[in-house]
């Protein structure tokens, strides 16, 4: 990696300023139900704090929309990183302004600060100047641990560096150490899934995809646009009806490059979208007006399955379904099977994507967990990464 990082630096005695992403899955109650985003950090958290500096973490949760949505505080994750390192976790009920800079600046060696949500204010994803000053002023030197937001240039993100140098962390020198290497010289067969539901985010990375993989496995919400671009009536499921052209001309574009394109033949389908739904298998054709699909069908799972075997690489970022309840887990399960059983070089990427592989016991099985979703993404197509490139040169 050409770019500086926190061994190359001097901490001791500084306030660093680290942006981590810790847009951890959580359930109704506000309980974190998986915190692998959080470990992920503790080396490189560790590290600076045995080197005498003291911590102002800045991170994001979910997508509050620029105000201050009770829903998505921070706070219950100042708890579990309190408990993850062992020390206190101070909690700043507002990411800049006095308070925040009070707290900052009373901070001794050893001491740990963590930021109310960025999210909260809408300069933070707007990448707003002043924001960015104002969040430089809270430390006298910057980390970039948050691989998983580095595709998105935000003010925490790449605004801040053009007040505050920045470096890499450990877990964002592992993540491209590791993406980087598996998809440079992929051993083929390549597979890469694709499920989830921020559709609108990634149906883009789609197209470059396809042109460095083998086979295209596509499931989860993602799938249903593609359903529906196939002209079958999706009923109430999660569809970006702006995005039917382009699922269209994916699908042409994918047979013109000799891509392998599996897309859903049977579909779980709900009559709402919850735990206790009735439920049934369906094909294409005769998905309900006022249901829901919610995961693909045995039938789909078994052909993903298949093209899964003889794999060589494989990329998976986003469950099949909606893997958080029982009823439509099943798919999810399947592929996960499946990538793990396979000899695959495997990464698997994205908050609920960990989530769903450690809900099933298989975590140990895949060759790189990565924490990002999105970005992993972004970063496989050959993009450079706004946080990315923003950190200081070697
Ligand atoms: N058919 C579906 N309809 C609605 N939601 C779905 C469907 N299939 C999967 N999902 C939901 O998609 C969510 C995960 O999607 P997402 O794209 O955020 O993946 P991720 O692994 O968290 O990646 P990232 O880190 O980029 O957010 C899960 O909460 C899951 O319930
Ligand atoms: O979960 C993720 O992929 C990252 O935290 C980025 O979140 P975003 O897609 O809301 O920017």
Redesign the pocket.
């Known amino acids: 990696m050409n770019k500086k990082s926190i061994r190359d630096i001097d901490v001791a005695g500084k306030r660093v300023f680290i942006r981590v992403d810790y ?1 951890v ?1 959580m359930d109704k109650e506000g309980n974190i139900t998986n915190d692998t985003r959080i470990t992920a950090t503790l080396p490189t958290l560790n590290y600076l704090l045995e080197k005498g500096a003291s911590l102002v973490i800045g991170c994001h949760l979910g997508r509050p929309k620029g105000q201050p949505v009770p829903e998505f505080t921070v706070a219950p994750v100042a708890k579990r990183l309190a408990e993850l390192l062992g020390r206190e976790v101070k909690f700043a009920p507002d990411c800049v302004g006095e308070q925040a800079e009070k707290m900052s600046a009373a901070l001794k060696p050893g001491e740990v600060l963590l930021l109310e949500n960025l999210r909260y204010h809408k300069e933070e994803e707007k990448n707003g100047a002043e924001f960015a000053e104002k969040l430089a002023k809270l430390a006298d030197i910057g980390v970039n641990d948050a691989f ?1 937001v580095s595709h998105r240039a935000h003010a925490s993100v790449e605004g801040v560096t053009k007040h505050l140098p920045m470096v890499a962390g450990f877990l964002m020198e592992k993540e491209i150490k590791f993406v980087g290497q598996a998809v440079a010289n992929p051993v083929r067969p390549f597979v890469a899934i694709i ?4 559709v609108s ?2 149906i883009g990375v789609i197209e470059n995809l396809l042109k460095k993989v083998d086979t295209l496995i596509i499931g ?2 993602m ?2 646009t593609f359903v529906a671009a196939q002209g079958y009536s999706t009923g109430k ?2 569809v970006e009806t702006e995005k039917l052209d382009l699922a269209k001309s994916l699908i042409v574009q994918a047979k013109e490059q000799g891509v392998n394109l599996l897309l859903p033949t049977d579909m779980v389908v709900a009559d709402k979208f919850a735990a206790d739904a009735e439920h049934k298998v369906v094909g294409l054709d005769a998905i309900p007006d006022e249901w ?4 693909i069908g045995p039938k789909s799972a078994e052909a993903f399955a298949k093209a899964l075997e003889d794999a060589k690489t494989v990329v998976w ?8 309840m029982d009823a439509f887990a099943a798919g999810t399960k399947a592929v996960a099977k499946a990538v793990a059983d396979s000899d695959a070089t495997s990464i698997v ?6 989530a769903a592989l450690q809900k099933v016991g298989l975590s140990d099985k895949i060759t790189h967990i990565s924490t ?4 992993s993404l972004e970063y496989l197509e050959g993009k450079v990464l706004p946080g990315i490139a923003a950190l200081q040169d070697k």
Request: proline share 5%; hydrophobic share 30%.
């Open positions: 847009n899955p998983g499920g989830g539901a921020k985010d990634k989860g919400g799938a249903n499921s999660l829901m699909a919610l995961d970022n986003g469950p099949m379904g909606v893997f958080e990427g994205g908050g609920d994507s960990i990002g979703g999105g970005a």
